[in-house]
């Protein structure tokens, strides 16, 4: 089970440096401050960049824990091929970087073995969407509180990620399971 990790979280590592870049290398920094209460709950994936890691992933979601002076826990899990498909979870400790008002994290797993950056571009008002991205500008995450936005709240949300430079017919839409 470890090397199936190990080769996972390496497959997304050369995918990352392999990809194309969506933005000509870079992301757009991130455009207000985050709460800390951004980094609790659970948070659903409603549209992603295709990548290794995530390959026919259905049902992804995150739970973010233990938020304590900018250190935390997230672990991630998927469904292998369909919302009921088998379980993967991938469990990381996260930071937020200096200086970033809190919109700035680096993941380590494995015991920081692997590591990688995600910057909030952006999120809801009212936190109940955010747009997360590697600040390669090749991978770009639409998270929601919610296993499904309405369609209006999804409209906004993905014009916001093409207005910060995002092909959307790249992106993927994973399947959630009703709740």
Same mark, same amino acid.
């Given at each position: 089970?470890?090397?199936?990790?190990?080769?996972?979280?390496?497959?997304?590592?050369?995918?990352?440096?392999?990809?194309?870049?969506?933005?000509?290398?870079?992301?757009?920094?991130?455009?207000?401050?985050?709460?800390?209460?951004?980094?609790?709950?659970?948070? !659903?994936?409603?549209?992603?960049?295709?990548?290794?890691?995530?390959?026919?992933?259905?049902?992804?979601?995150?739970?973010?824990?233990?938020?304590?002076?900018?250190?935390?826990?997230?672990?991630?899990?998927?469904?292998? @091929?369909?919302?009921?498909?088998?379980?993967?979870? +991938?469990?990381?400790?996260?930071?937020?970087?200096?200086?970033?008002?809190?919109?700035?994290?680096?993941?380590? +797993?494995?015991? @920081?073995?692997?590591?990688?950056? !995600?910057?909030?571009?952006?999120?809801?008002?009212?936190?109940?969407?955010?747009?997360?991205?590697?600040?390669? @500008?090749? !991978?770009?995450?639409?998270?929601?509180?919610?296993?499904?936005?309405?369609?209006?709240?999804?409209?906004?949300?993905?014009?916001?990620?093409?207005?910060?430079? !995002?092909?959307?017919?790249?992106?993927?839409?994973?399947?959630?399971?009703?709740?």
């Amino acid at each position: 089970m470890k090397r199936l990790i190990l080769s996972l979280t390496a497959g997304f590592a050369l995918a990352a440096a392999l990809a194309p870049p969506a933005l000509a290398g870079h992301a757009p920094q991130p455009v207000k401050a985050v709460a800390p209460t951004l980094f609790s709950g659970r948070w !659903y994936e409603i549209a992603r960049t295709p990548n290794m890691a995530q390959k026919d992933c259905q049902a992804s979601s995150s739970d973010f824990s233990g938020w304590a002076a900018g250190v935390f826990r997230v672990t991630q899990v998927c469904h292998k @091929g369909s919302v009921q498909g088998p379980v993967r979870t +991938f469990n990381a400790k996260a930071q937020i970087l200096p200086a970033s008002g809190n919109a700035k994290m680096k993941m380590m +797993f494995f015991g @920081g073995l692997v590591s990688q950056e !995600y910057w909030i571009l952006d999120h809801a008002d009212d936190n109940n969407w955010a747009i997360m991205a590697t600040p390669g @500008g090749n !991978y770009v995450w639409v998270l929601s509180r919610r296993p499904v936005l309405d369609p209006a709240t999804r409209a906004t949300a993905l014009q916001r990620v093409k207005t910060l430079g !995002y092909d959307l017919t790249r992106l993927a839409f994973p399947q959630q399971a009703a709740r």
